[in-house]
């Protein structure tokens, strides 16, 4: 049903191309004011993404990628009000915006991806299956996989999985323990068998920088910080912008248990630079200049960063353990997150 | 002088053997201020003087240079938590009790308004009591864990920097901390360093923060872990800073208890003192008493340098 639209985007791009050339203008300014974290209050009309994902239309890749989330809210908006066919208008012009977003810059193909997997499990989780096994089967079958990177990431979800066992520790729906048991023997052979596959992942494909990330916590917080150094700095080379700014992070903790003051706050900088939004590297900053006795720095940075942010916080630690299946709306703010500017 | 080498040799052995001389306390230059409120039978003791108190920095009796009441102005930080668990209703009382403790500030008294779910959001810089800090309040939704300690951080942090004020945290918190990136430890590290003083308000009583291991931070397993989650975090940063703890049962409970916090403001004393024969770096342990009576002082445990 919905598979059809493919063959209905040449005459989108034509008529957008030819015949729109003020709507297309608007169209670009309410993405404008989206990247802006200004509410857009306008309808946006799926017919126009064509025209901008066009090789000669100007728009950068940052620009395809906010216009692809400016049409995914309103696609989980009209999913969630059962209008499946405007929901699919919608879907079909982020689908095209980010393959373009991707054609202008690969680097965005890591975030594509997350883009696919949270939206397709938020299309299933509002009942619109339909749509969501479209997505997954049909609308982004173009981001091909290759085999091994597919067996890769079957091993980071099983990691992921394993180390999400041994954060919790027991079910959180469990009675609350009387006394705090920050390891029980249990968390620790998930937290082995989370490193187990994080290495296989890593053995299949070595660009796997999720696999890298977590591999670098977890050694990290065995208190190997060799080995937690080497995958971290991996990770830190990827150009997913979750996982950098993470592995940043944990790089800049490494630093500061070791007492090397000034490279953690290099590292925590760094974050800080890649991801603006972020709230855990603001803060690390600020607490490791206070701990070299630089309070006015502390301060002074703080404030710099609740002005610059203006309440749009979103930090890739709050999805750093999220179950993909259920821990959704962290992510998708996430995905929002890394198109403003 | 000559000086015969032997001597020269004993005295050289003598300076590696001490170290470098420990820098101390240059009179005059460094003041420290402690703010105390003093009660008895649960009631709040005022008509104190200089010397009614006897102040022991690191054991070592100091001279109080003044002591005032309700003459300083005074700056309160609200940190509110609006996380998922306050979602209506409770939202909806604490809003009002936020904007009552605001309309309880005197005009030369200043007033900033954060608020807190995984996110920390300053709403309302440091000013007046004024539309635009009610506003801040007002304009709150709920959703979304809780980053307590990083918020409790960034609140000791903005404190109000302005001379011969009071500063106060009044933070309100429905539960235990889930997203933080800052340990307990971090957050206890910068209230020693402050001069604030933190009132904390919840809905149920602190307890040790069980859940550390769900954090997703590096500080989970590493040997100092299971001492930081060994105490409740904001029971101890209340105490370190001569606040207090203050448990609502129900949410309609709010307004009075923030009332009665602002109104205790007006009943604290303010010390201050040059510290003399103590080393400048390191923690300060404070012991502040009343040189007769049995009436309760209430103070920080120190402060670090």
Redo the contacts between chains.
Sequence with gaps: MYGARGVLLPLALIAALTQRPAETAAYREAVSQYRAGTPVTVEVDPGLAAAAADASSGWTADELAAAAMLHTDRLLRLAKDSQPPRAAAHMEAAVTLLRAAIARDPARTAYARRWGSTVAALLHAYGSRELADHLRLEGLAWLTTSERAAAANASFQLGLLAEIRAAVAGPLSGAVPKKAVPITAEARRELVEAAGHFEDALATDREHAGAALHLGRIRLIEGRDADADRALRGAAASADAPVRYLALLFLGAIAERQSRFEDAAAQYRAAMAYFRWGQSAPLALSHVLMRIGREPEARALLIEHFEGVRGRTIDPLWTYLSDPATDLGPALELLRAETWR | MAVKPAAAIVALALALALGPPTPQFRSGVDVVTVDALVTLDGRAVTGLTAADFELRDNGIVQEIDSVSIDDAPVSMLLALDTSNSVEGPTLDHLKRAAVAAVDALAPDDRAAVMTFA??????ARWGSPSGATREGIMRTAAGG?T?LY?AA??AL??QD?GPGRRSYVLLFSDGGDT?S??PAR?ML??AR?SDAVVFVVTRKAP????R???R???????PQ??AA??GAAMIDLADLTGGHVFVVQRADELRGVFSEIVSQFRNRYLLRYRPRGVDAAGWHTIALKLAGGRAVVTARRGYAR
Excluded: H, I
Aim: charged share 25%; glycine share 8%; no cysteine.
């Design positions: 995984e996110g920390v959001t300053l709403r864990s980053s990083d951080y960034a942090t903005l920097t997203s990136w800052l971090g590290e910068r360093r307890k040790p923060d069980v550390l291991e769900y997703p931070g590096v500080e989970l397993w590493t872990s299971p989650a060994a």
